[in-house]
């Protein structure tokens, strides 16, 4: 009778997680249950594995709905039903187009009305049925004699469980129709008896429809929804055989091989063989060619990829061209990304340009259709805050009262309604929400979706599953994660340039020449690296400096060290005190020596959990990876932990370890496997660092160039240009001759493009590109007004940026002008050729007074910085002012200096007091960094970007100098001279214009 339960699935309605629905109707005595969700199939597999556990025969299904309007159940009778279900269902969420009155004529399924359906006079199909709720079963009077009579069935609806959940469900609603709690309406809440009764209660309520509950029962009956999650649910094979796809695979590893290797290495072959053999016990073939095949599509693009993650482990993945990464130089284990004891699938993660990402992924969909494909689901849930402030809207508390709340707790129970918020918020924790996109994933099936999902339209055009990564892998799916990335967009683009300014094509794949190039080892050991991906942070810098990084396998370690939850857990400092010393460690065994020496007996790899799960507990490499995915905190509650300690103990006893020894290394594994990072991850970092450097090594102008067009480094686009003057650039503002609408080089200079003049329409910039083009250079400022449509606050925006500065006309003079031309609405006439260039008015004009000051303030107003020195603002003398060149002479003395803020970094101290880093440039153009400790940026706290006079001590941390801040003071600037008001002359009024 459980016909129609709606979890929190149905969005913003349901109040049951599948957990509680199920564990409700065993409660209760269910032994027969149907979920159905309104517009949604979120739940289903969830739903199938708790009904299974519960002793439940699990029913799926839909709830149609246009809005607030119910139009029909549809539960699927086997797993041809769900096909029909989805299809349907998706087919009306791509069109937007509302539900028809009638459901179409499926097969495989049936369809439940409501009782409201009686009005339209149906007539039923066998497979449709009217169904009835207790408190409806009066209205059946009036169609006693209806044919359609015999078609009804008794139905339960369940939306939550008890007066709580009930008034929850309303805040939801609320907040999903976003209208007051007192503004909503009856008819768009669901009854308050949609709760679960126990079966002998909601049989008695339906004691007089006996004939109804044979209905029921047959068609419960009839629903015998069966579903495998062991097999396998991706595209099987590539070619038209899986014989053809593994001979494909092992040509295409065998000829990358004799590129890659010296094909004459044993073990170069061993592992090919090895890891092949793995991939095709394991039905993988496929899946590596559908890799290759997408990146060799990119490749014939002209397209720049990442292949990194646990797929970098693979030689066969590294021969095949999928990654860069040489699993045998790094003795990186295949095992963890493939394994025959690994229980969830592998997933290759590639990175493209950020501009280019969209057409790889409308690649797959083209390959491999529409119904086969299609983008992972993430769900967007309710957090605590996030539930209070969603709450207090329907409450209507405004946003400020709401912040006070939060910052002080203690007052929210003064306020009547902030304490019904507090009441129901943590009701919501981890409600879904909404349905978003998964980061990157992508999957391929062999059968169509619509066998386990609804395919829901996103506004990029790609559609979503109704699912997440994690049921994906339970129910067999292996995905693709394509992402995006700036880092390849500032390569490509910089590989672009090159090849357009000098006739160069660069291959930025020849990685192992740039490991081994003289010229780029010294950039890295230098800490040049600003605009490099990856290694251009402050932190990132300061670890290169202490590690004296100058090479391939220490970025790879520092990649991985600089994360979070290493640094905050010691880890860090401990690897840079023995990658110094690396003579006096005390190895707690031998083989703990010899597994952990490449890392000073630090694990800061997850790999470092498998060789020593591996090589010191004689677990097999299956067994090595389960233990560093149960040891995550993501899959420690889904597998069996406690079998896998057990299995580490008996291991060691029989290889003769004490019980002091084996416990002493467990418990070292157990603290490091949190926070170790995926060893192929650091070194694809390192790889794509490392193609960076290239370029910034021998073409820097052209690399900072690209740099700044992709918008997506770690720092603004000042910078980026400080460090372009820093590398020899000429740096111009827009200029109405030169610059396109993304910065561009020529030779050593650098035009800004338009794209970073704020208030300039687009409109305007695309006019002045197509007329430029279709009729050449302006030539004077009056030929530009004569050929290009702008309106007076446009034109007076380029003025002001110095776009017409080639003309040689002052500011202020073409801002007369511009008010002469364009007084009346003047508009310019079509071009013509002309006999005659347009003359200029002749206007006789008093000698206009100009400070340089006001084109820094001009640019700072529509670039939000100047291409000058900032120091030139600077009201106070700076002459004999010290830098930064020479901190380590400096050491442990006290130095003052002006510094402009680059960046800053807020942290909490143990006892929650502020302290900050500080990252600046001084007045020579170099950089340098500060540390703030509680106590001093209490007194002097950080006010915002600008220029501060800085006094502190030179301090050193393994060769790397810095200054603790003793006090900090912002320096005042001089004002723009044209806010100062100045008498003005009768004589400066006057002047004479002649045509």
Request: hydrophobic share 40%.
């Amino acid at each position: 009778m459980y016909l129609n339960c709606h979890s929190y699935f149905s969005l913003n309605y349901g109040t049951l997680s599948i957990k509680d629905l199920v564990a409700k109707a065993k409660v209760a005595g269910c032994k027969r249950l149907a979920l159905t969700d309104i517009n949604n199939v979120s739940g289903i597999f969830d739903f199938i594995k708790e009904c299974k556990n519960a002793d439940i025969t699990p029913i799926v299904g839909v709830e149609f709905r246009n809005g607030d309007d119910l139009k029909y159940i549809a539960l699927a009778k086997k797993q041809k039903g769900l096909y029909e279900i989805n299809k349907f269902l998706s087919g009306y969420l791509d069109s937007g187009k509302p539900f028809p009155q009638k459901a179409p004529p499926f097969k495989n399924s049936f369809t439940i009305y409501s009782v409201n359906h009686f009005e339209s006079n149906p007539t039923l199909d066998a497979h449709e049925y009217i169904g009835v709720r207790f408190w409806e079963i009066t209205k059946l009077f009036k169609y006693q004699k209806h044919a359609a009579i015999q078609k009804v069935l008794v139905m339960q609806s369940v939306t939550f469980h008890d007066k709580l959940t009930y008034n929850l469900h309303r805040l939801l609603r609320a907040i999903g129709k976003n209208v007051l709690l007192s503004k909503l309406s009856k008819s768009q809440e669901a009854c308050p008896d949609e709760v679960f009764f126990d079966m002998p209660v909601l049989l008695k309520k339906f004691s007089n429809c006996q004939f109804f509950l044979r209905n029921t029962e047959s068609v419960m009956n009839a629903c015998n929804f069966e579903f495998n999650a062991k097999t396998d649910k991706n595209k099987r094979v590539f070619t038209d055989s899986k014989e053809t796809d593994a001979a494909l695979l092992r040509k295409l590893t065998l000829d990358g091989a004799v590129k890659r290797y010296d094909i004459s290495d044993k073990e170069v072959l061993r592992r090919i063989e090895n890891e092949l053999d793995i991939i095709k016990r394991m039905n993988f073939e496929a899946y590596f060619l559908m890799t290759w095949d997408i990146i060799n599509y990119a490749k014939n693009r002209g397209y720049f990829h990442v292949g990194r993650g646990s797929g970098a482990n693979s030689i066969v993945a590294y021969c095949m061209g999928i990654t860069d990464v040489d699993p045998i130089e790094l003795n990186l284990f295949f095992e963890r990304f493939i394994n025959p004891e690994r229980t969830s699938p592998p997933d290759f993660d590639i990175d493209f340009s950020w501009d280019e990402r969209n057409e790889i992924i409308e690649y797959f969909f083209k390959r491999y259709g529409k119904e086969h494909v299609c983008l992972l689901a993430t769900y967007n849930t309710f957090q605590r805050n996030s539930a209070i402030r969603e709450l207090a809207k329907v409450f209507g508390l405004p946003k400020t009262e709401v912040d006070t709340y939060l910052r002080y707790p203690d007052k929210a129970q003064e306020n009547e309604y902030m304490r019904y918020i507090l009441k129901y918020a943590p009701l919501m924790d981890d409600f879904p929400q909404n349905l978003s996109i998964h980061a990157g994933g992508i999957l391929v099936s062999e059968e169509s979706l619509y066998n386990y999902t609804a395919l829901q339209p996103m506004p990029k055009g790609f559609p979503i599953c109704q699912w997440d990564m994690y049921i994906a892998e339970e129910i067999g799916f292996s995905k693709f994660d394509i992402l995006s990335q700036r880092g390849l967009g500032h390569i490509k683009m910089a590989v672009d340039i090159v090849r357009e300014n000098h006739g160069i094509n660069i291959d930025i794949h020849q990685v192992e020449k740039f490991k081994e190039d003289e010229n780029v080892r010294k950039k890295l050991q230098s800490n040049e690296t600003m605009g490099c991906f990856y290694v251009e942070s402050p932190a990132m810098r300061q670890l290169m400096w202490k590690l004296r990084c100058d090479n391939y396998l220490t970025l790879v370690a520092a990649s991985s060290i600089i994360r979070p939850g290493v640094a905050s857990s010691g880890m860090m400092k401990a690897y840079i005190e023995r990658h110094h010393n690396p003579y006096n460690i005390d190895y707690l065994h031998p083989k703990m020596k010899e597994l952990l020496e490449d890392t000073y007996g630090v694990m800061i790899y997850q790999e470092d959990v498998i060789k020593v799960a591996n090589g010191f507990a004689g677990m097999t490499l299956g067994e090595s990876d389960m233990l560093r995915r149960a040891m995550s905190g993501k899959y420690r509650a889904r597998m069996e932990f406690e079998k896998i300690v057990g299995k580490w103990f008996i291991n060691c006893k029989a290889k003769g370890y004490s019980d002091e020894l084996a416990k002493e290394v467990w418990r070292q594994v157990e603290s490091f496997a949190g926070y170790s990072f995926s060893k192929a991850h650091s070194a694809s970092y390192a790889v794509e660092s490392y193609q960076s450097l290239f370029l910034k090594t021998y073409f820097p102008l052209e690399f900072i160039t690209a740099v700044i067009n992709n918008f997506g480094g770690f720092y603004r686009t000042e910078f980026y240009i400080h460090e372009a003057r820093r590398s020899g650039a000429i740096i111009e503002v827009p200029d109405i001759n030169e610059s396109q609408f993304l910065t561009r080089i020529k030779g050593k200079t650098i035009w800004l493009g338009w794209v970073h003049v704020k208030s300039l329409e687009v409109k305007i910039v695309e006019r002045v590109m197509h007329e430029r083009q279709k009729n050449g250079r302006f030539v004077s400022f009056s030929d530009f007004a004569h050929r290009v449509e702008v309106g007076l606050e446009q034109l007076i925006v380029l003025i002001r940026l110095g776009a017409f500065r080639s003309f040689g006309v002052s500011k202020k003079e073409l801002l007369w002008e511009a008010h002469l031309l364009l007084h009346n609405n003047y508009k310019p006439s079509v071009y013509k050729e002309a006999l005659f260039e347009y003359l200029e008015p002749e206007t006789n004009l008093p000698t206009l007074s100009f400070d340089p000051l006001e084109d820094i303030y001009d640019e700072i107003e529509f670039l939000d910085f100047t291409i000058s020195s900032p120091f030139e603002l600077c009201a106070e003398p700076l002459e004999n002012t010290p830098t930064s060149d020479n901190l380590h002479e400096m050491f442990d003395k006290e130095i003052g200096l002006y510094g402009y803020l680059v960046t800053w970094k807020s942290i909490r101290t143990k006892n929650g007091q502020l302290m900050g880093f500080g990252y600046f440039y001084d007045l020579a153009g170099k950089f340098f960094d500060t540390v703030h400790f509680p106590y001093s940026l209490e007194k002097h706290p950080l006010r915002g970007s600008g220029i501060y006079y800085l006094s502190g001590k030179v301090v050193e941390d393994f060769g790397f100098y810095s200054i603790n801040i003793e006090s900090m003071r912002k320096v005042e600037l001089k004002p723009d001279p044209r806010s100062v008001s100045e008498p003005i002359s009768d004589a400066s009024l006057g002047f004479l214009v002649t045509d």
